[in-house]
């Protein structure tokens, strides 16, 4: 089992297969778990993502979550989606070698190659009465080895091997993200989310391009004109902008 050096403040368990890591961090938080305890699977049998679409999590990825007890308001806690995209974004970026395709992040969890999709983030949250965080679990999937075909999934999939990173593994991959996550977080408790939000944009996939918007209510089709303070996307629509908190998006021609 290779040696994993992560930075204090992270405690990590490590375990060969579990159904979920972030059901584990939750479990894990009911019992009074630390801040930065990482819980981290070579596989899991029930991973899931965002609406609770299935992960597909096989042995040679990365699968892991990290257990954040932030002060404050959900609203804003949620913001911490983008921190972790930016830091895997920068991961990736130092992994590839020049000339690799662009990474991109995908409103509103997602880092593409090349606009394949590599990594994805789920965070999920107990509150308290008054509406503070009592517990942020962020939930990590890093294809490394291998991804999904295109049948099992929503968007096209890569890897870090297919797109040229075959020296990397996951314990390699998880120890880049550490410090680099740790400084994010660090930067959003102290300064708040306009560096996050301005570093995230940098990098955001199809900003100022039309896009198709899966609402639970259907398509909706508009530019994506950027990032609310709040995270929500902005999508233009000739002269009315609107504001949506949840949704999937698609390049506009693939409809």
């Not at 981290?40 to 699968?63: C, E, M, V």
């Not at 096209?156 to 020296?167: E, Q």
């Not at 896009?211 to 909706?220: A, K, R």
Request: with cysteine; charged share 15%; glycine share 10%.
């Amino acid at each position: 089992m290779d040696a994993l050096l992560l930075p204090p403040f992270f405690r990590t368990i490590r375990l060969s297969e579990i159904g979920s890591t972030s059901d584990e961090a939750r479990r894990l938080a009911a019992l009074g778990a630390e801040e930065g305890t990482l819980v981290w699977a070579d596989a899991q049998t029930n991973g899931h993502g965002r609406g609770g679409r299935t992960w597909i999590s096989p042995p040679g990825n990365l699968y892991f979550s990290v257990l954040l007890r932030p002060e404050g308001a959900i609203a804003d806690a949620l913001q911490l989606t983008f921190a972790a995209a930016v830091a895997l974004a920068e991961v990736i970026e130092a992994i590839l070698q020049p000339g690799a395709p662009r990474i991109g992040c995908k409103w509103p969890n997602d880092v593409l190659i090349g606009g394949h999709k590599v990594a994805g983030i789920l965070l999920e949250s107990q509150v308290a009465a008054d509406g503070s965080v009592e517990v942020l679990v962020v939930g990590i999937g890093v294809n490394v080895a291998s991804h999904p075909p295109a049948a099992a999934v929503m968007y096209p999939a890569t890897s870090l091997h297919a797109a040229g990173a075959d020296a990397q593994t996951p314990v390699t991959v998880l120890q880049r993200f550490c410090p680099i996550f740790l400084r994010w977080y660090r930067t959003w408790q102290q300064l708040g989310f306009p560096p996050v939000r301005e570093a995230w944009l940098a990098r955001a996939e199809k900003l100022h391009q039309e896009v198709d918007v899966q609402l639970e209510s259907g398509m909706m089709t508009g530019v994506f004109a950027g990032l609310a303070g709040n995270g929500a996307m902005l999508l233009q629509q000739g002269g009315l902008r609107r504001t949506i908190l949840a949704g999937d998006v698609f390049p506009a021609a693939a409809r």
